[in-house]
């Protein structure tokens, strides 16, 4: 009996899910022999992690309240449960759907269709990103859901291993797959959001764009951020990953200025769990009423499954009463850009040398000004400090 079929106890569960995050490739092969049914994996696997992010995000939406980038709002009780009801349903469905697209691709990628394998690849390599949806429970730590990139990596060992293709082919398989699920992502957001909108919760923009494709996607950063990941994931399996960066050398970053905002405060902390760690630094910066959080986070081993991001150029941009949301790419970096021109809170991060993350949230200050203290850290020291 597969370790995940139904029936099977609580603690084979928790071993698997440890076992495929901690050693991926010897746990694909066990995967790879195991018995399955499409049915015993939803209801043993799929099913239970898939409710982490619905609960997480029905808990951190009525006391917290729904939205990114500072932009938030909380709904009726009735329009939470909509929500995450949908949201897991449509997550359900995102899988099925996958594993059809896995199995249909393996023929273009020199591999062998099989519907069960397919299933397991899709099932299984979710387990990251469904156990970071976690963090949706509380917004301020919500940057930890780059966690769930791991995924992408689960994907890319599991696909020639299960689908028979060359490891050759591994990286297109594997961008392809994303591809497509993005653009899936997408089409089931936008079925989905009427249903949304019978709860209260509209989430539709008055103008957006979503540009995916292949033009989208640099194979050859894949292809780097691949082996980046793996060497990664291989220092975490053996204990010897990389410390973080020392919360104070952090710390000395941050400027005792920016933007005539003068420093009131700094805070400092670090931990790690499963042969991950990380560290991060905090200042708080004010001028009269107004206010900037100013942060500058290393993400240890894990800025390796941030760095996946980089090799997927997906910009996206929505607009609605005086509140927008952008994420692109700005001088090769990703960065994230919000703002609500009403209650003048905002948002701007960006992601340095695949392993920091610098942002800036302000409470009454401009978004330029948050660009300005986000480029006051000085992201070329970090990206050096990230390669010594």
Do not use: C
């Given at each position: 009996?597969?370790?995940?079929?139904?029936?099977?106890?609580?603690?084979?569960?928790?071993?698997?899910?440890?076992?495929?995050?901690?050693?991926?490739?010897?746990?694909?092969?066990?995967?790879?022999?195991?018995?399955?049914?499409?049915?015993?994996?939803?209801?043993?696997y799929?099913?239970p992690?898939?409710l982490?992010?619905?609960?997480?995000?029905?808990?951190?939406?009525?006391?917290?309240?729904?939205?990114?980038?500072g932009?938030?709002?909380?709904?009726?009780i009735?329009?939470?449960?909509?929500?995450?009801?949908?949201?897991?349903?449509?997550?359900?469905?995102?899988?099925?759907?996958?594993?059809?697209?896995?199995?249909?691709?393996?023929?273009?990628?020199?591999?062998?269709?099989?519907?069960?394998?397919a299933?397991?690849?899709?099932?299984?390599?979710?387990?990251?990103?469904?156990?970071?949806?976690?963090?949706?429970?509380?917004?301020p730590?919500?940057?930890?859901?780059?966690?769930?990139?791991?995924?992408?990596?689960?994907?890319?060992?599991?696909?020639?291993?299960l689908?028979?293709?060359?490891?050759?082919?591994?990286?297109?398989?594997?961008?392809?797959?994303?591809?497509?699920?993005?653009?899936?992502?997408?089409?089931?957001?936008?079925?989905?959001?009427p249903?949304?909108r019978?709860?209260?919760?509209?989430?539709?923009?008055?103008?957006?764009?979503?540009?995916?494709?292949?033009?989208?996607?640099?194979?050859?950063?894949?292809?780097a951020?691949?082996?980046?990941?793996?060497?990664?994931?291989?220092?975490?399996?053996?204990?010897?990953?990389?410390e973080?960066?020392?919360?104070?050398?952090?710390?000395?970053?941050?400027?005792?200025?920016?933007?005539?905002?003068?420093?009131?405060?700094?805070?400092t902390?670090?931990?790690?769990?499963?042969g991950?760690?990380?560290?991060?630094?905090?200042?708080?910066?004010?001028?009269?009423?107004?206010?900037?959080?100013?942060?500058?986070?290393?993400?240890?081993?894990?800025?390796?499954?941030?760095?996946?991001?980089?090799?997927?150029?997906?910009?996206?941009?929505?607009?609605?009463?005086?509140?927008?949301?952008?994420?692109?790419?700005?001088?090769?970096?990703?960065?994230q850009e919000?703002?609500?021109?009403?209650?003048?809170?905002?948002?701007?991060?960006v992601?340095?040398?695949?392993?920091?993350?610098?942002?800036?949230e302000?409470?009454?200050?401009?978004?330029?000004?948050?660009k300005a203290?986000?480029?006051?850290?000085?992201?070329?020291?970090l990206?050096?400090?990230?390669?010594?």
């Amino acid at each position: 009996m597969s370790a995940v079929e139904p029936g099977s106890a609580t603690s084979g569960l928790v071993d698997r899910v440890k076992s495929i995050l901690m050693k991926p490739s010897a746990t694909w092969e066990v995967i790879e022999a195991e018995p399955a049914t499409v049915a015993g994996l939803f209801k043993g696997y799929v099913v239970p992690l898939s409710l982490i992010p619905a609960v997480a995000g029905l808990i951190g939406g009525l006391v917290f309240g729904y939205g990114g980038f500072g932009l938030t709002f909380k709904p009726s009780i009735l329009g939470a449960l909509i929500s995450a009801a949908v949201s897991f349903g449509g997550g359900l469905l995102a899988v099925y759907l996958m594993s059809l697209i896995i199995d249909g691709l393996a023929p273009t990628f020199e591999g062998e269709r099989n519907r069960i394998q397919a299933m397991k690849v899709a099932a299984y390599s979710g387990t990251a990103g469904w156990l970071a949806g976690i963090f949706a429970i509380y917004p301020p730590i919500s940057v930890l859901s780059l966690l769930g990139l791991y995924s992408f990596y689960l994907l890319y060992k599991g696909l020639p291993r299960l689908m028979k293709a060359p490891e050759t082919k591994a990286t297109a398989y594997t961008a392809s797959v994303v591809i497509i699920a993005i653009v899936l992502g997408v089409i089931i957001a936008a079925l989905t959001s009427p249903l949304q909108r019978l709860g209260g919760i509209d989430r539709s923009v008055a103008a957006g764009t979503v540009n995916v494709g292949g033009k989208s996607v640099d194979l050859a950063e894949l292809e780097a951020q691949s082996k980046r990941l793996e060497a990664a994931a291989k220092q975490i399996e053996s204990g010897k990953a990389p410390e973080a960066v020392a919360p104070d050398v952090l710390k000395a970053y941050l400027p005792d200025g920016v933007a005539g905002y003068a420093r009131t405060e700094v805070t400092t902390g670090s931990g790690g769990a499963a042969g991950m760690n990380g560290s991060q630094a905090e200042g708080v910066y004010t001028k009269g009423d107004a206010k900037i959080r100013l942060s500058v986070t290393d993400l240890g081993a894990a800025g390796a499954l941030a760095g996946l991001a980089n090799a997927f150029n997906v910009q996206s941009s929505s607009e609605k009463d005086g509140k927008y949301e952008k994420v692109g790419k700005v001088d090769g970096r990703m960065t994230q850009e919000s703002y609500d021109s009403a209650s003048k809170h905002g948002q701007y991060s960006v992601l340095v040398g695949d392993r920091f993350m610098v942002a800036a949230e302000g409470e009454g200050a401009s978004i330029d000004e948050l660009k300005a203290a986000t480029a006051a850290v000085g992201p070329a020291k970090l990206e050096a400090l990230s390669k010594g």
